[in-house]
């Protein structure tokens, strides 16, 4: 790997990790704070609010601006929103400024990616970038379940300032203090990211063009017959899964009798998987047979469902472990994929922004119908059994929608594969 790709790991590993133990702290403020049922699911739609709403423009500033200070001050943004949580903010209107940052920052990640690497190093790179995005995903909750946890909040609340009252009272706003340094930390190996060769494309026009902009470049990747079946598959995961990070704490408290840090204890074990997959699928898959990994979409809906059956946390665990394996071995070569046919399209911001749009607004619709469901009572076991089956029946469609283009669009697809092959390699 060229030099910085290691700059850009570290840097994205530490801001995620504080995404996720922010997303546990913000989970036990409202509990403590006895906030509605409907607030803890709406915390992920809210994070993915800006995600949609600034989708047209977060794409061409992170080719207009060089990436590395995109991500900077993208941090920034993020510091915001967890001193506005940590000083009475809403937890809900907090998270969605943490989000704003987040949206800010996903682009110019992925896209520095396309630029620093050649093609054929793209599923190896993003092998390690989603190895390590999903490994801080789970590690940030388990961080964050001890943050405000009985043995380390007595500790961080017994930290004393002479002369300066710090109006940290409570486990949470203990946790959110220590997350803040971790933002910090991610801001100051942004600074050490290297600017490439790739030529920066300036802005052109006012909002309006931007968003005309936006949506052609939407249409264009939905319109690619590779491009919108890695695309749909992405999307749909994403959606489900960022939802599935709050499930498992009202499923844990239902099967297991768990509490806010138990649960994330339990959640940690899923890193194991996720990480030996995404790293083999990094090694033993090439970009051009991406899309032969449709069908363990299906497997991941299923094995959803299953999740039900567990009573025993020593069940769990292998059970969790397998999950996270297939889905880290399915995202990886999707979005190689989806990167490739996006920068040979319209270049590496945009293409990112088109993904993160579609990603986030899944993300937002079902964390919608997630609130929505809590508001009527259903329980965890309804709703995971709800979401597995979604994943499995629409994995089955996008899975016969491929098979419909190699049909109907064989010598394009072919091409297409061929490109993706010669570039691979």
């Known amino acids: 790997m ?17 995404d996720q133990a922010l997303l546990v702290a913000a989970i036990e403020l409202l509990r403590m704070d006895k906030a509605p049922a409907w607030q803890v699911p709406a915390l992920a739609p809210m994070f993915a609010l800006f995600y949609v709403v600034l989708a047209p423009f977060v794409g061409a500033i992170a080719d207009a601006v060089p990436k590395g200070r995109v991500m900077f001050l993208s941090n920034l943004v993020k510091v915001a929103g967890c001193l506005m949580m940590l000083f009475g903010g809403h937890p809900l209107l907090a998270y969605a400024i943490v989000g704003l940052g987040a949206a800010a920052y996903s682009p110019a990640k992925y896209g520095i990616l396309t630029e620093l690497l050649p093609p054929s190093q793209l599923v190896k790179g993003n092998g390690w970038i989603e190895g390590l995005t999903v490994g801080s995903i ?26 300066i009252d710090t109006g940290v009272d409570t486990p949470p706003e203990a946790a959110i203090s220590v997350i803040v340094f971790l933002y910090a930390v991610a801001a100051l190996f942004n600074l050490k990211i290297p600017r490439t060769t790739a030529p920066l494309q300036p802005l052109r026009g006012g ?53 806010t840090t138990q649960a994330s204890n339990l959640a940690g074990v899923v890193v194991i998987g996720s990480v030996i997959g995404a790293v083999t699928a990094s090694m033993a898959m090439k970009l051009e047979r991406a899309v032969t990994v449709l069908p363990l979409g299906i497997a991941v809906g299923i094995l959803m469902i299953g999740l039900n059956g567990l009573t025993n946390a020593w069940l769990a665990a292998p059970f969790l472990i397998l999950m996270g394996a297939l889905c880290g071995f399915l995202i990886v070569p999707m979005n190689a994929l989806l990167q490739h ?85």
């Open 207 to 259: 909002v309006r063009d931007l968003v005309r902009d936006f949506s052609h470049c939407n249409a264009r990747l939905w319109g690619d017959k590779l491009g919108q079946i890695t695309l749909a598959t992405t999307t749909l995961l994403w959606g489900i899964f960022s939802n599935l990070r709050v499930i498992v704490f009202t499923w844990a408290a239902a099967a297991l009798g768990y509490g």
């Open 341 to 425: 046919r996006g920068h040979n399209l319209m270049g590496a911001g945009r293409s990112i922004a088109v993904q993160n749009f579609n990603e986030q607004a899944c993300i937002l619709g079902t964390g919608a119908f997630y609130a929505g469901m809590t508001r009527l009572g259903l329980s965890a076991f309804v709703v995971i059994t709800i979401f597995g089956l979604t994943v499995a029946g629409v994995m089955e469609l996008i899975r016969r929608w491929h098979q419909r283009n190699l049909a109907v669009h064989g010598d394009e697809v072919q091409r297409l594969l061929a490109i993706a092959r010669t570039d691979g390699h």
């Open 138 to 163: 789970i590690l940030g909750i388990l961080l964050g379940g001890q943050l405000v946890g009985p043995r380390l909040a007595p500790m961080l609340l017994g930290i004393d300032f002479p002369f």
């Open 2 to 18: 060229k030099k910085g790709f290691s700059t850009i790991m570290a840097a994205q590993f530490f801001s995620s990790l504080a």
